[in-house]
C-alpha cells in the first residue's frame, strides 16, 4: 500500500539572480525571452568542431563580476557565484549581519567541468605529468558551484551540489524547499550553473549522441522547441540563484516576496539511459507529485514552462505527458528557444523565468516555431508575448537517466 505525504509549506522567492545568453541580470533575461529572437551564433570556442555554435552569455567579465576568485575557478563557477551575488542583493540581504550557520546553498551542476581537459590531458600525452596543474581537479567538479558560494558569501550552513543532468536546477530547488520545510535553514540560495561549451563535452559527447542541432548556416534557427523540423538542442549557458525561505523569516525582515515556490515533484522513468519514456509516464508521476506537494489540481496550472528541449523524442514525450495530466493543457512557452539549453543551470533558469511570467502576467515567446509538429497538439505562445491571468505556473525539467523533477511555482 502507499502511503501519500500530506502537502508541504510553501517557500518564499525573494530574491532572483539570472545571467542568461540574453543578457545579465532579471531585466535583460526577461527582455530577450520577450523578444522571441534566439540568442545562438557562431562560437570561437566552438571552432573546427562538427557543430561550432552555442547560446553564450555576452559580455561576461569573470574578473569584474566575482574579482579574485575567477582565476582559479571554471566559468560554471563564475557564473554561480556571480548569480548568487545578484540573487543576495535583489533579496536586500547583508551577508555581514545574516546568521551563517542557518543559511543553504544547493546547486544543480549536471556534470563536471571539461573546460580545460583537452590541454590538460595534451601533457599527459607528452608525458609531461607533472605539468599538469594542481587547480584541473578542485576547478572542475560539480560541487564547486555550491562550495564557492559559500566562499564569497560566508555561507555556513548545508551546502550541496545536486546533479541529475538536465533536471540538476529544478531538482536543486525541490531540494531546498524541502530543507526549508523540515527546519534545517531558514533561508537557502538555491538553483543552477553550467557552461558546457567545452569541446570536450559538446564534439565528443552531446555531437557524437546527435542530440544537438546541426544547422551551422543559420543557428538563430537552430533551437526550435515542438516544431516539425527540429533536429536537436542548442548548446547554451548560464545560472540562476533564487533565494528561497521561510515565509515566517521573510516577512519578519520585511522582503518583498516575488513568488512562492509552491511544490515539488521528482521521479525517474526506469525506461532507457538516454530516451524519455515515449508516453511521458515518468514525467507525469513527477507533475502529479508537485501538484500533491502544493494541495493543488491540474486545473489550477495556468501555463507550463516546457522542458522544451527541441529533439524529436523529448519534445514529443513531454507533449504526451502534458495531455495525460490536463487532458487539455493550459498555454506552453520553451525557454530553450532563445537560451539553448543549459543542461544543469536550465531548470532554475526556467524557473527563475517562470517567476518572471507571474510577476508579469505575461508568456514569453517560443522562438522559431513556425509549423508546429503535426503530433503536438498544444497552444504554444509564440511569435509575441502573451498577456495571461497566472495564478500557478508548472515548470517542467527532464534529463538522461530518466530523470524527472516539476516544480509549482504560484503567486504569493
Not at 69 to 75: H, P
Request: charged share 20%.
Amino acid at each position: 500500500m502507499t502511503t501519500r505525504r500530506a502537502a508541504a509549506r510553501p517557500v518564499a522567492v525573494t530574491g532572483l539572480g539570472l545571467i542568461t545568453p540574453a543578457g545579465i541580470g532579471r531585466q535583460a533575461t526577461w527582455n530577450g525571452l520577450c523578444s522571441g529572437r534566439s540568442t545562438a551564433r557562431p562560437d570561437p570556442v566552438l571552432e573546427g568542431l562538427p557543430v561550432d555554435f552555442s547560446c553564450r552569455v555576452p559580455d561576461f567579465d569573470a574578473d569584474a563580476h566575482i574579482g579574485r576568485i575567477g582565476w582559479r575557478t571554471n566559468r560554471f563557477t563564475h557564473l554561480a557565484v556571480a548569480a548568487a551575488r545578484m540573487a543576495v542583493g535583489d533579496a536586500g540581504l547583508d551577508p555581514a549581519a545574516w546568521d551563517s550557520a542557518r543559511i543553504g546553498v544547493v546547486m544543480g551542476v549536471g556534470s563536471a567541468s571539461m573546460e580545460l581537459w583537452r590541454e590538460e590531458y595534451a601533457k599527459l600525452v607528452d608525458g609531461r605529468a607533472r605539468a599538469v596543474s594542481p587547480l584541473v581537479l578542485p576547478r572542475s567538479i560539480p560541487n564547486m558551484a555550491a562550495g564557492e558560494i559559500a566562499l564569497d558569501l560566508g555561507v555556513k550552513g548545508p551546502n550541496l551540489v545536486v546533479s541529475t543532468a538536465c533536471a540538476s536546477g529544478a531538482t536543486a530547488l525541490g531540494v531546498a524547499k524541502d530543507m526549508l520545510n523540515a527546519g534545517r535553514c531558514d533561508i537557502v540560495l538555491a538553483g543552477g550553473a553550467e557552461s558546457p561549451r567545452a569541446a570536450v563535452m559538446t564534439a565528443v559527447c552531446f555531437a557524437q549522441m546527435s542530440t544537438l542541432s546541426r544547422r551551422r548556416d543559420d543557428p538563430a534557427a537552430a533551437s526550435r522547441p515542438f516544431d516539425a523540423d527540429r533536429d536537436g538542442f542548442v548548446m547554451g549557458e548560464g545560472a540562476a540563484v533564487l533565494v528561497l525561505e521561510s515565509p515566517e523569516h521573510a516577512r519578519a525582515r520585511g522582503a518583498r516576496f516575488d513568488a512562492v515556490l509552491a511544490g515539488f515533484g521528482a521521479s525517474a522513468d526506469a525506461h532507457h539511459p538516454t530516451a524519455p519514456d515515449p508516453e511521458g509516464a515518468g514525467a507525469v508521476l513527477a507533475a502529479r507529485a508537485a501538484l500533491a506537494d502544493a494541495a493543488l489540481d491540474a486545473s489550477d496550472i495556468c501555463h507550463v514552462n516546457a522542458h522544451g528541449s527541441s529533439t524529436q523524442s523529448n519534445d514529443l514525450a513531454e507533449a504526451r505527458a502534458l495531455h495525460r495530466l490536463f487532458g487539455d493543457p493550459p498555454p506552453v512557452t520553451a525557454n530553450k528557444g532563445v537560451l539553448g539549453h543549459a543542461i544543469g543551470g536550465a531548470g532554475a533558469i526556467e524557473a527563475a523565468c517562470s517567476v518572471l511570467s507571474l510577476a508579469e502576467q505575461t508568456i514569453p515567446p517560443t522562438a522559431n516555431l513556425s509549423r508546429l509538429d503535426p503530433r503536438i497538439d498544444l497552444d504554444v505562445v509564440t511569435t509575441a508575448p502573451r498577456k495571461h491571468r497566472m495564478d500557478a505556473v508548472l515548470s517542467n525539467s527532464f534529463g538522461f537517466g530518466g530523470q524527472n523533477a516539476c516544480l509549482v511555482l504560484a503567486r504569493a
